[in-house]
């Protein structure tokens, strides 16, 4: 996996830093439009950032060029990355970085905001808060383009990545592994039972995620905050490559502002509001 890890330039002495997880979605890298600009502002004095790539999502740096990588990738794989990210920040290696392994949230787009809910449900005590972006309510949403009986019986289909114009294997292993562990990867039963502070933005005008996966999150867990960004898209106006944040559209400064308001914010505070 690579992984960028942003520390603060003036960290307090001696103390342990609370650090944010990114998690990119079903066709993202670390490098997409807005990730590589987020510590420009989320990274602070009192708080880390780190960006990654998927083991399995087929980027070696900049580019789709492991396609079977992506092929055989599963929301499980997904999932036993985000649990790699948790044990490094809590491995000797994360406190070398004075990181705290009790102060991590988690910040999710698209696919990867259903990853970081399911995630809060299996390891609960390497999440402090969350925050999702555009994200799906259900892994099947990923597959509504899909005839499923073509799947089983080809057993590899393709789906079109508008942006790069490729055409991108999904073997029927991914298939397999998420019809196996449907009940254990409920993106709307880990929001019903987390007690995480939870903090759900979506654009209502997303093309890709419509905005009802985000009410229907909202309504599963009962002490969310959701936040509509209204007339916006699945990135919330951002197109790839974005030279740097000050090119980002107001809307998405206002996606960002209360993010990070929102990861300032103590657990106390939160529940008192």
């Avoid at 383009?145 to 393709?158: A, H």
Wanted: charged letters at 25%; one cysteine or more.
């Amino acid at each position: 996996m690579a992984v960028d890890l942003f520390l603060p330039e003036m960290a307090p002495i001696g103390e342990k830093i609370p650090v944010s997880v990114f998690c990119h979605g079903f066709k993202g890298f670390k490098d997409w439009g807005f990730i590589p600009h987020l510590h420009d502002y989320l990274v602070t004095e009192k708080r880390a950032l780190i960006t990654f790539n998927h083991s399995h999502n087929g980027v070696d740096k900049t580019d789709f060029d492991q396609l079977e990588m992506f092929a055989h990738n599963s929301v499980g794989q997904e999932l036993r990355d985000l649990e790699s990210v948790a044990r490094w920040i809590a491995s000797e290696e994360g406190e070398g970085y004075h990181l705290h392994p009790e102060k991590i949230d988690w910040i999710g787009h698209s696919r990867g905001g259903g990853n970081v809910l399911v995630f809060s449900h299996l390891f609960p005590d390497w999440v402090r808060s969350m925050v999702i972006w555009a994200a799906i309510d259900d892994y099947e949403h990923l597959f509504k383009s899909i005839s499923i009986e073509q799947w089983k019986k080809d057993e590899r289909v393709f789906i079109h990545n508008a942006r790069t114009k490729q055409e991108m294997p999904l073997d029927i292993s991914m298939l397999n592994e998420y019809e196996q562990n449907k009940s254990r990867y409920s993106i709307l039963e880990a929001a019903r039972k987390t007690d995480k502070p939870l903090l759900v933005i979506h654009g209502t005008a997303d093309e890709s995620v419509p905005y009802s996966a985000a009410e229907n999150i909202a309504n599963a867990c009962q002490h969310a905050v959701l936040l509509p960004v209204q007339d916006q898209s699945h990135t919330f106006g951002v197109q790839h490559p974005l030279e740097h944040l000050g090119k980002a559209p107001i809307d998405f400064w206002d996606v960002l502002e209360n993010t990070k308001e929102f990861l300032e914010d103590s657990l106390e505070d939160y529940y008192l509001d």
